[in-house]
């Protein structure tokens, strides 16, 4: 029985977006929302799936919304939303300091976990979206899976971004 094989998890990249107020949320909500960088409305965060981060989600559920993006979703993000510190946008000069080619490279290394987008020097660490367009489908005070907006929401994220950018 020695030669039991520990299967690690893969790691997955994940969106996180704020969707509601926290005037009555409870301390320790308010708390785990900014050490998500989540600090107002409608403000996104890139993370990975590690547990440690899924436990915060799971402390904030009933303010955030939560999945697996596509490839795609990931890289209109950063491109649209992404920021340096002073507003700037992401450009391709920007990453080859880093060493990366390209800022397709880079999204490319952040959607598959090898790089954290938060960690990246002179980033601002959120993306500030629009409200969707057409608005939220569901109550944004119940969760996803009873026909709101809360909690984990899988592949369904993409459609969210989507109408957010």
Known sequence: MGD?????????????VRVRGTISAPREVRETLQMLNLKRNNYAVLIDNRPSFIGMLKTAQNFVTWGEPSKEVVKMLVKEKGRLIGDKKLTDDYVKKFGYNSLDDLIEEIFNCKVEYWKLPNI????????????????IKKPYN????????????DNLVKRML
Request: proline fraction near 7%.
């Open 146 to 157: 009873v026909g709101g907006e809360l909690g984990y929401r899988g592949r369904e994220i």
């Open 124 to 139: 601002k660490p959120y993306f500030r979206l629009h409200p969707p367009k057409k608005g939220f489908k569901g109550k």
């Open 4 to 16: 039991e094989v520990v299967t690690e998890k893969k790691r997955e990249c994940i969106i996180a």
